[in-house]
């Protein structure tokens, strides 16, 4: 683990005094990019809307580790009532992404070096394990799904865009969890990928902006051969090349 970032995380777990929170007119716009967790049969409730729109400002870093955060401020910001916004906090603090901390109020949860290294180790087991079902259950739709999430994966990386790429990196292994048609390790798979994707938010200046694609790619080539011993050897050097340039230098 380099300086610099030991020290990024480090100081994301002291608690800072609050700061007014910025207003934004397109406070929602996250959740277009997150994959609903509601059925597109219906619209979202407005406490489902809450609950995707704050996470994905935390996974993001809009919402910084250790902020404090203000229930009437967080209403107005997002254009919801008191009680879905309640209702999505303590979703999200179950899913440990917030803190509550009594007489203090609600807090940005911080980031520590011990959860990411136990995230990682994590991920590591059960992705490795996961891309094995999916080479064996996956759809022509889904495959057809992934391809177009790697063509944005294309796109972002000429860009520059290293947001873009996380965020289409998340909808990729979604797309996957998903495809082992097993909800309890889809479930888990993705819990352990979003609380991860904070620590690559902030170290994301360290990030390669192109190696992640040529993984998709050798991924996608496995997954149209049935291939489950070549996708889990994949998936492991993913990552493992996600962990390495996290902890490159700054």
């Not at 610099?4 to 609050?18: C, D, G, Q, V």
């Not at 809009?62 to 955060?69: C, K, N, S, T």
């Not at 998903?178 to 170290?203: C, H, Q």
Request: aromatic fraction near 4%; proline fraction near 4%; charge should be positive.
């Amino acid at each position: 683990m380099s300086k610099a970032l030991r020290k990024k995380i480090t100081n994301t777990e002291s608690h800072p005094t609050p700061r007014s929170m910025k207003s934004s007119s397109s406070a929602l716009a996250g959740e277009a990019s997150v994959r609903s967790v509601v059925g597109a049969k219906r619209a979202p409730s407005f406490a489902e809307r809450a609950y995707e729109a704050l996470k994905h400002q935390i996974i993001t870093c809009v919402l910084r580790p250790g902020e404090y955060l203000n229930e009437s401020q967080l209403c107005e910001r997002l254009g919801i009532g008191r009680t879905p916004v309640h209702q999505a906090i303590g979703q999200l603090h179950q899913e440990r992404f917030l803190d509550l901390i009594p007489r203090k109020g609600v807090i940005v949860r911080p980031i520590s070096l011990d959860e990411y290294f136990n995230l990682d180790e994590a991920r590591l087991l059960l992705e490795v394990g996961a891309i094995r079902l999916a080479a064996q259950r996956i759809t022509p739709q889904e495959i057809s799904e992934l391809e177009a999430i790697h063509g944005q994966d294309v796109a972002a990386r000429r860009a520059g865009n290293i947001e873009q790429l996380l965020l289409s990196d998340r909808d990729f292994h979604f797309v996957l969890a998903d495809s082992t048609r097993n909800p309890v390790l889809a479930g888990m798979l993705k819990a352990a990928y979003e609380r991860s994707l904070r620590v690559w938010f902030v170290s994301s200046r360290n990030l390669s902006i192109s190696s992640s694609n040529d993984e998709h790619e050798r991924i996608l080539d496995a997954l149209r051969r049935r291939d489950s011993a070549a996708a889990a050897e994949v998936m492991r050097e993913h990552v493992l090349s996600s962990r390495l340039h996290t902890m490159q230098p700054a």
